[in-house]
């Protein structure tokens, strides 16, 4: 592996540490604006669910900070215990969010749906695609084989990355359907809103990072795939 390589790993690292840090400075700031209407992060979520007519999908709290999700085989959204349980501008924002995606579900949002199918392949390429480009080049040393492994070894780290750009049209239009129905149910202030905005907003970026990121991987390992020898 050239030098090229340990730039792009560096260079990955360093931002997607940048945007973490800040993800979570503001949920901690965040966290210290209280919602004037006191609902917790639990009742705003399932307030979100009743108003859009979904009935089937349980709200549960979940151990961990940052681990909220909604889960489409059980139908639940997830909510850290700091979730949950608060009464905060980011509470609001998490909660709103992981409904969004319950939202998402019961539309058959065409992004949503395509990011289903997709999980299986990506499960697999997750866990191959690296040993299968470890193998290619070493290979590669004494056999044209090589070239063939690390080729299949590309072709999963490409669904990897497809799959985690068909991710940011489902996170953002969450975010989307979060923020319109607490502004339009005047679930929150405006100081709420614009708190709740920006705390969503960051975490969209985690999501951007993560896709850029693989993306730049994955160009890395084409070129060393155009300029190995395949006899």
């Known amino acids: 592996m050239?030098?090229?390589?340990y730039i792009i790993i560096?260079?990955?690292?360093?931002?997607?540490?940048?945007?973490?840090?800040?993800?979570?400075?503001?949920?901690?700031?965040?966290?210290?604006?209280?919602?004037?209407?006191?609902m917790?992060?639990?009742?705003?979520?399932?307030?979100?669910?009743?108003?859009?007519?979904?009935?089937?999908?349980q709200v549960i709290s979940t151990p961990g900070r940052l681990t909220d999700h909604y889960n489409p085989q059980n139908k639940t959204v997830n909510l850290s215990e700091a979730v949950y349980n608060e009464r905060n501008a980011a509470a609001a924002a998490v909660a709103a969010h992981?409904?969004?995606?319950a939202v998402q579900?019961?539309?058959?949002?065409?992004?949503?749906?395509?990011?289903s199918k997709l999980v299986p392949m990506v499960n697999v390429s997750s866990q191959f695609s690296q040993w299968l480009i470890i193998g290619g080049?070493?290979?590669?040393?004494?056999s044209s084989l090589g070239y063939w492994v690390l080729a299949g070894g590309?072709?999963?780290?490409?669904?990897?990355?497809l799959f985690s750009f068909v991710t940011l049209p489902v996170e953002y239009d969450a975010s989307n359907r979060a923020l319109a129905w607490l502004e339009n149910k005047h679930i929150v202030t405006r100081e709420e809103l614009a708190g709740s905005k920006d705390a969503l907003k960051w975490a969209a970026r985690t999501y951007l990072v993560a896709a850029l990121g693989s993306l730049a991987m994955l160009a890395y390992w084409i070129m060393k795939?155009?300029?190995s020898n395949r006899d």
Do not use: P
């Not at 992981?98 to 995606?101: D, L, N, W």
């Not at 579900?105 to 990011?115: F, G, N, V």
């Open 137 to 142: 080049l070493v290979l590669g040393a004494t």
């Open 225 to 227: 795939l155009m300029t």
């Open 98 to 101: 992981e409904c969004g995606h």
């Open 10 to 38: 560096g260079a990955i690292s360093l931002i997607s540490w940048l945007v973490s840090s800040t993800l979570k400075r503001k949920f901690e700031k965040y966290s210290r604006v209280s919602l004037r209407n006191g």
């Open 154 to 161: 590309v072709a999963l780290m490409a669904m990897a990355t």
């Open 40 to 57: 917790s992060g639990a009742e705003i979520a399932e307030k979100m669910l009743a108003d859009h007519g979904i009935t089937d999908v």
């Open 105 to 115: 579900h019961a539309t058959a949002y065409s992004w949503l749906q395509m990011r």
């Open 2 to 5: 050239g030098m090229e390589y």
